[in-house]
């Protein structure tokens, strides 16, 4: 123990006074409460560091003040605030593509809704996916199952699903929807020129429809007369059926939304 010593362990610990007694014991205090008189004898003993030194005696204390104001120090807890992430939604517009609508994809069939993938550099949003469908020449973009991109000149089959069913994050970009399994969020250019309805005729899938052939009377009378016996090829060709006397009336039932 010397002054020094217990000075420097008072100090740093906010108390205004140190005291040595006894040669080896440092007493901190932060006042004097009644400290009596000072006397002239009994601080005698020196310092077990430093013989040099006078470090109190037997019931005798050498009081040190220091010139130091005690400091209060104040903790400053520092808080780091999240910017929330925005809540995903389905783009509704993507340069000149609208959204139109989650639909409905048939894929464990061979006839898809859109029947073209296409592979996306720097993964599925709508602004991707829309650009590479348009790269490729098709006015009609879908992304499905938060990853897939899909492309097609018009669409065969489609069964409108409400927009709650295309609620999949887009894995590439979690501010947008992209579909969902099954569903696709379909975007249509709106600069393309639609295709001419004979192309939806040649390229159409008539095992997806259901014909009804009948004859229709002449004004005047009788019941129609369901046909059979006919011959659908396949190939879209559309077969003028005028050769026959009676009026000849053919009613095709198609999924809604059919060739749009």
Excluded: H
């Amino acid at each position: 123990m010397t002054i020094e010593s217990c000075i420097a362990f008072c100090t740093p610990n906010a108390y205004k006074y140190a005291g040595v007694e006894f040669s080896r014991e440092c007493c901190q205090l932060l006042l004097l409460i009644s400290p009596g008189a000072p006397i002239s004898s009994g601080c005698n003993m020196a310092c077990t560091g430093n013989s040099a030194e006078t470090c109190g005696g037997a019931n005798a204390i050498n009081i040190f003040s220091s010139s130091v104001s005690a400091t209060t120090t104040t903790s400053t807890t520092t808080s780091t605030s999240t910017t929330p992430t925005p809540t995903p939604t389905i783009k509704q517009t993507a340069g000149t593509f609208q959204y139109k609508g989650c639909f409905q994809d048939a894929v464990l069939t061979t006839f898809r809704t859109l029947a073209t993938q296409v592979t996306v550099t720097g993964g599925v949003n709508a602004e991707r996916c829309t650009a590479a469908c348009q790269a490729a020449g098709f006015p009609l973009a879908g992304l499905e199952f938060g990853q897939e991109c899909w492309c097609d000149t018009y669409m065969e089959i489609v069964t409108l699903a409400p927009d709650t069913d295309c609620n999949k994050p887009c894995v590439a970009d979690a501010t947008e929807l992209c579909g969902n399994g099954n569903r696709l969020a379909v975007y249509q250019d709106t600069s393309a020129t639609p295709p001419n309805p004979q192309t939806c005729l040649t390229n159409f899938q008539l095992a997806l429809i259901t014909l009804f052939l009948q004859w229709v009377p002449t004004p005047g009378g009788g019941a129609p007369t369901p046909l059979s016996g006919f011959t659908i090829t396949g190939n879209g060709s559309v077969v003028s059926l005028t050769e026959f006397r009676q009026v000849v009336a053919l009613l095709v039932r198609l999924i809604p939304g059919t060739c749009r």
